[in-house]
């Protein structure tokens, strides 16, 4: 079965601090992996995916296969990065399984 | 270009009253997914449609009914609400590109159950 764990509920740093959220997966193939970001009162929307290896907003997350791990990192956190964060798994066969969420609290 | 939207989005049903959540895409997405969001919970699969005029069962499908009208539109039934049933609905759609499965959400639906 696929299963997406994210062990922090909350994450609380102050601005400029360095920030990582972490995303440990189970799945038997080679999965497509997701972030995904919930900001206050906007939809859920997409972040960053592995395959495509990018940066956005300063965000980067790099797949570990060996430790089924996704995890999603930024050097330098700004109060505007404060969302509820999803990591998501993709099987084959499109359907999206998400993780708990962890929210991002980024204080002055 | 409206992307996905739900509606109602907000609800207040008795116990046993029954009401069909709406979801339309005008993006020509294969896959239509159907989640609810609780706290502590993250998103869970309540049902989902890789194609027009196929259903599967996700994570959480108990007291659901779902519909693939066509291939805009996925709507959520609940036969007789219950209050465990109160949540944050959201609906989905995505499809398959090379780069990639990008999933684009509704602005989702509170219902309440008492």
């Known amino acids: 079965a696929q299963r997406v764990t994210q062990p922090e509920k909350l994450l609380s740093v102050f601005k400029g601090a360095p920030v990582e959220l972490k995303c440990n997966y189970s799945?038997?193939?080679?999965?497509?992996l997701f972030w995904y970001v919930q900001y206050s009162r906007q939809r859920l929307q997409l972040l960053l995916r592995?395959?495509s290896r990018e940066s956005i907003k300063g965000f980067t997350a790099d797949l570990n296969k060996g430790e089924t791990s996704f995890h999603l990192k930024k050097p330098f956190a700004q109060e505007e990065d404060s969302a509820m964060y999803y990591c998501?798994?993709?099987?084959?066969?499109?359907?999206?399984?998400f993780g708990t969420g962890t929210r991002l609290l980024v204080s002055p | 270009n409206a992307g996905v939207t739900q509606t109602p989005k907000f609800q207040v049903l008795k116990t046993g009253q029954s009401m069909t959540l709406q979801c339309a895409q005008d993006?020509?997405?294969?896959?239509m997914y159907w989640y609810r969001q609780d706290p502590g919970m993250g998103l869970r699969l309540i049902y989902y449609?890789?194609?027009?005029?196929?259903?599967d069962k996700g994570e959480v499908p108990n007291g659901y009914n779902v519909s693939r009208l066509n291939k805009r539109e996925f709507s959520l039934r609940l036969e007789s609400a219950a209050p465990s049933q109160t949540s944050v609905y959201f609906c989905?759609?995505?499809?398959?590109?090379?780069?990639?499965?990008?999933?684009?959400f509704g602005q989702g639906t509170r219902l309440t159950v008492v």
């Open positions: 592995h395959i």
């Open positions: 799945y038997s193939g080679s999965p497509e």
């Open positions: 449609s890789a194609s027009e005029g196929t259903t």
């Open positions: 998501a798994l993709s099987p084959g066969f499109q359907k999206l399984v």
């Open positions: 993006m020509n997405h294969n896959s």
């Open positions: 989905a759609s995505s499809e398959k590109q090379g780069s990639g499965t990008e999933a684009f």
